[in-house]
């Protein structure tokens, strides 16, 4: 991926997300270089990158870490379709993190992935920080094809945890 590229899926993720949710721009970059560790775009007809997915590749699950569609063109079905590709080429269940719902942006996300065919999770779930010096994020895992209780999970937190956050066991 080249450095233009990369550079606009930054801005997208920047503007897409709070901080607390969100790496460094070198921090980010070095993800790359992990080969779990993925990008997915999607690009307007002149060919500039208008959504991304980030995304972990593990044995028994995957992980969407971001997905984020250009905020001048959200409702256009883009963030469906990376979403439906990525869940469309594994057999195993995929995971992801949502900010508890509470406001209607956040039950409008939460809807988007349930009409996707994720779960919202009942469990309480921690995500460490992604920059130095940031508190621990309250979230929820949302998962498909089926809810997962807080002992199936287990596992994948843990992977998260160790390969996603870089957290030592």
């Known amino acids: ?25 070198d921090s980010q970059k070095a993800l790359l270089k992990r ?26 699950f995957r992980f969407v870490e971001h997905i984020a569609v250009d905020s001048s063109i959200r409702g256009g079905g883009r963030g469906k379709k ?7 080429e594994s057999d195993t269940p995929v995971v992801l993190e949502v900010e508890p719902p509470v406001d209607e942006w956040t039950r409008r996300r939460i809807r988007f992935y349930e009409r996707l065919g994720f779960h919202l999770n009942q469990f309480e779930y921690v995500q460490p920080p992604l920059r130095q010096g940031q508190a621990d994020l309250r979230l929820q895992i949302m998962s498909y094809p089926v809810e997962l209780s807080e002992q ?14 870089g957290l030592r066991a």
């Open 82 to 88: 990376l979403m439906s590709r990525f869940i469309s």
């Open 35 to 60: 080969p779990s560790y993925r990008l997915i775009t999607e690009k307007n007809e002149q060919g500039h990158i208008v959504a991304f997915l980030a995304g972990w590749d593990f044995m028994h």
């Open 152 to 165: 199936e999970f287990a596992p994948y937190k843990q992977l998260l945890y160790t390969e996603v956050y």
């Open 1 to 25: 991926m080249n450095e233009h590229d990369f550079s606009k899926i930054y801005a997208i993720m920047e503007a897409s997300f709070p901080a607390s949710e969100c790496r460094t721009f």
